[in-house]
């Protein structure tokens, strides 16, 4: 009765909607990318779990479960909070190039260099400022980092240099120099004697403070990525960068300036990191981010956000869970150090991940539950339960003749290699003798070649005849391609019935029968009960199949 | 004081010229190598491990180095699987080759493994490397078996890329690798073989880099991201690479050795690091617009498309 309830219901808008949606490219497509994005992250935690083991003979595993488990400790919920908004802006701000077919590496330059420039307008013009202080901060970031990396989209534009190389040489030109303007202007903050420079002092007495800090910049990071996801997908003016970053010769014909969006996407990332810079600077949940001075080494969250955006298929959406999983790890870091980890694991990992992602087109074309179904299927099947058996005897046949082959020439090959061993006996005498038959080292080793290449072509000569080993090479050798061939066929015709069944179920015939079909669980329903309902369903399978069986042959004509 | 400062211009002009090199080989083969820091951030790793390994003194220093070299030429092979066999994206591989390297370096030195003692840098004493001038304030202290290998290595390189039939197919597959393919040459064959000199070249400058810093806290200082500027200022031409890393190299050995010129250099030395990148840029802006890159590189070779 179940089956015939969801007939009924089969044809509600909802459900057509549904069952369209599901069967879409788009849904397919973003299905396998879904799929890819799990198994890098899944491959790279298990690569890395061995990588651990291998070098420091830790147990990845147990270290892992626990620097999760403390990382959804409520204690750590607002700091986890705020790395997650901060590594979903850094990875939306590298999905915003990629989208545009640019690749914007300068995100971590951007952070450092507009979040210096906003800690200098801190200790300076806004000292005394408060909340408001620090939300002309945001913009003035955004500005900022939206300018550094406008610049290099210009370049690219105007001078045809790669975004690749110019962002990467702005990433460091423009750290030594931010370096240069907090080092010159030392005496403007407090901490004038330490070479680490501590930002969120200014904000303990606003309404940001630790309790709240990371609800507000997820808010802030999801609105963000929700809108930007938004205006990719429906405003023209997404349309514009994504269309130049598909094909950027066919948006010239369209009438597009191409030099035009790339100023733009980049203006728009370099913008996005403006925001990063705000929020790792200047909130307290990531417990007063220390802009490093002492050594040089660039802030690390721009490459990760290259990681994070790639690992989601460049989607605003697919970033922010992806960004939770890393900063899971990367609040609970410090936790590694009880296993006799370095606290760097989480860059191993997101490495890894990353690396994964790279070769993730491997892992689109891979189709796990096709391949078990279809080597299930074939080992089930009648054809090969045949070949097997066959195959079984053949084998053992063959093998019972190679051994009795083997055990009759036994002695003569023993005999061969007896005499081997005598005559080399007999010239290592010959080495060391005294007389006339004294032979020289050079001599010796010739002919020593000579005689073990001699009785090798003997003994070859014999086994060359066992013509019973050469089949049983011969069997296995074919068994294993019929094996293959069969698989192949399986898969092949699996495709085909799927590919069948989608042209059948279009036709008129087909619709004939169904309402026919229908027609008598109507009938069924309201009340006639001369009906044999499963007649009915028998009649209708059987003229299904038979409507198979002719587009197959209408498809092999 | 002019020792010094010309012993580090010198170092640095090989460094560069080398890690350019490896730059080159691999883009005139058709594969585009962000991944030079990653490789010279490997090179370097094992360079810093195989030191403790050995303890190289006297002849000792070569089989270390030699280790170094290969080890660093087999770990492109992450980035020719995914370049030349899966026919993925060449910028997201190197960029991902790099943060993988990087990882995998800070994990090292700051995990007690591997000799390291978990602090996160290592330092590495100076050492004689058969060297012919032990006073480091002579201009002749870079005179050592190290780097007179390396120029060897150098000019036996450009002969080869100029000269030999070899170098020729590396040349044909960057620029037009189907007519390589239709003279019965496997083109990803040369592609492999491109990318393993490569990794060769950059493991070189790493080990080469950390001999002369000292000290190894998990990074090359973005030395392969200016390698990556010379390659394209010197428009994909080796005497030009070579007279473009002479200058970079220059700049950095004063950038380097500002403390020494004077209170106002010690104090503003963060300036004097800025400035290479900076003139790179410059450089970058001037150049680029008739820069001819070899014209197949960046595209992954497809037997069908013939």
Not at chain 2, 68 to 75: N, Y
């Amino acid at each position: 009765m179940d089956k015939i309830k969801f007939r009924l219901i089969e044809n509600t808008p909802v459900v057509v909607f549904a069952k369209s949606w599901i069967q879409s490219n788009q849904t397919r497509s973003s299905a396998s990318k879904i799929k890819a994005s799990i198994m890098s992250l899944v491959i790279g935690f298990i690569v890395s779990i061995i990588f651990i083991a291998i070098s420091s003979g830790a147990n990845g595993f147990e270290a892992f479960t626990d620097v999760f488990t403390l990382a959804f400790n409520p204690v750590m919920l607002q700091k986890l909070l705020a790395t997650t908004a901060i590594m979903v802006m850094a990875a939306a701000a590298n999905a915003i190039a990629f989208k545009t077919g640019l690749f914007n590496i300068g995100v971590s330059g951007q952070v450092f260099a507009s979040g210096a420039l906003s800690l200098l307008l801190l200790n300076t013009a806004f000292k005394s400022a408060g909340l408001a202080g620090n939300i002309l901060l945001f913009f003035i970031s955004m500005i900022f980092g939206g300018v550094v990396a406008g610049f290099a989209g210009f370049l690219k534009a105007r001078f045809n240099v790669h975004e690749v190389v110019s962002t990467i040489l702005l990433n460091w030109g423009l750290f030594y120099l931010a370096k240069w303007f907090l080092l010159k202007f030392k005496s403007a903050y407090n901490q004038a004697q330490g070479q680490s420079v501590f930002t969120t002092n200014n904000f303990k007495n606003t309404e940001l403070d630790y309790h709240s800090s990371g609800t507000i910049l997820i808010i802030i990071a999801v609105l963000a990525s929700v809108l930007l996801a938004f205006m990719f997908w429906k405003t023209t003016w997404g349309f514009k960068l994504k269309a130049t970053g598909l094909s950027p010769d066919a948006v010239e014909y369209a009438g597009i300036n191409k030099r035009r969006q790339i100023v733009f996407a980049m203006a728009t990332s370099g913008i996005v990191s403006g925001i990063v810079a705000w929020m790792s600077y200047f909130n307290p949940s990531t417990s007063g981010e220390i802009m490093s001075l002492s050594s040089d080494t660039l802030p690390t969250i721009g490459f990760d956000g290259i990681a994070i955006s790639l690992v989601a298929w460049n989607s605003f959406i697919g970033i922010i869970p992806i960004s939770f999983i890393f900063s899971a790890l990367s609040v609970a870091k410090t936790r590694f150090q009880m296993y006799d980890l370095s606290d760097q694991v989480p860059k191993l990992i997101v490495g890894l991940v990353m690396y994964f992602a790279a070769l993730s087109i491997v892992f689109v074309r891979f189709r796990i539950l096709q391949m078990i179904y279809s080597y299930i299927k074939m080992l089930r099947s009648d054809h090969y339960k045949l070949m097997h058996d066959e195959y079984k005897t053949n084998i053992s046949l063959a093998k019972q003749k190679s051994d009795a082959y083997k055990i009759t020439n036994a002695p003569v090959i023993n005999k061969i290699k007896a005499d081997l061993k005598k005559e080399l006996s007999e010239l290592k005498l010959k080495l060391n003798a005294n007389d006339e038959t004294r032979i020289n080292h050079e001599q010796y080793t010739k002919q020593v070649a000579h005689l073990r290449k001699k009785s090798e072509d003997k003994i070859n000569a014999i086994e060359s005849h066992n013509e019973s080993f050469h089949h049983l090479i011969n069997l296995k050798e074919s068994n294993r391609t019929n094996v293959s061939l069969l698989l192949e066929n399986i898969r092949d015709s699996f495709d085909r019935k799927l590919f069948l069944y989608a042209q059948v179920v279009k036709t008129d015939e087909y619709n004939k029968i169904k309402k026919k079909y229908e027609s008598a669980l109507h009938a069924k329903k309201n009340g006639k009960k001369d009906i044999d309902i499963s007649l009915a369903r028998k009649t209708f399978i059987s003229e299904f199949n038979s409507l198979l069986e002719h587009s197959k042959k209408q498809g092999g004509a | 004081m002019f020792g010094l400062i010309f012993s580090a211009a010198i170092i640095f002009s090989i460094i560069l010229a080398v890690a350019a090199l490896s730059g080159y080989i691999s883009e005139r083969a058709g594969i585009v190598n962000l991944a030079i820091e990653g490789f010279m951030t490997i090179g370097a790793l094992i360079y810093t491990i195989m030191r403790g390994v050995f303890k190289p003194e006297g002849t000792m220093q070569i089989p270390a180095l030699l280790i170094t070299v290969i080890a660093t030429s087999l770990f492109t092979i992450f980035h020719s699987f995914i370049c030349i066999q899966l026919r993925a994206n060449q910028v997201i591989s190197g960029t991902a080759i790099n943060i993988l390297a990087a990882g995998i370096t800070l994990f090292l030195l700051k995990t007690k493994v591997l000799g390291f003692d978990g602090s996160g840098s290592v330092s590495i004493a100076n050492f004689d490397y058969l060297g012919f001038n032990s006073d480091t304030r002579s201009p002749f202290h870079w005179v050592n078996i190290l780097n007179i290998l390396t120029i060897a290595i150098i000019i036996i390189f450009w002969l080869v890329i100029r000269f030999t039939r070899f170098g020729n197919h590396v040349v044909a597959s960057g620029e037009n690798p189907n007519a390589l393919a239709a003279q019965g040459i496997s083109v990803t064959r040369i592609r492999y073989i491109a990318l393993f000199i490569s990794g060769a070249l950059a493991g070189l400058a790493g080990a080469l880099f950390i001999q002369y810093n000292h000290n190894f806290y998990g990074g090359v200082n973005g030395i392969g991201f200016i390698a990556l500027a010379i390659l394209i200022c010197g428009q994909w031409k080796i005497p030009l690479i070579i007279i473009a890393s002479i200058v970079f190299g220059v700049l950095k050995g004063v950038a380097d050795r500002s403390a020494l010129l004077g209170t106002f250099m010690f104090e503003n030395i963060e300036l004097f690091k800025a400035l290479p990148f900076v003139i790179s840029l410059v450089a970058l802006i001037f150049t680029s617009k008739y820069s001819k890159a070899p014209k197949a590189v960046g595209q992954p070779y497809e037997k069908s498309q013939r």
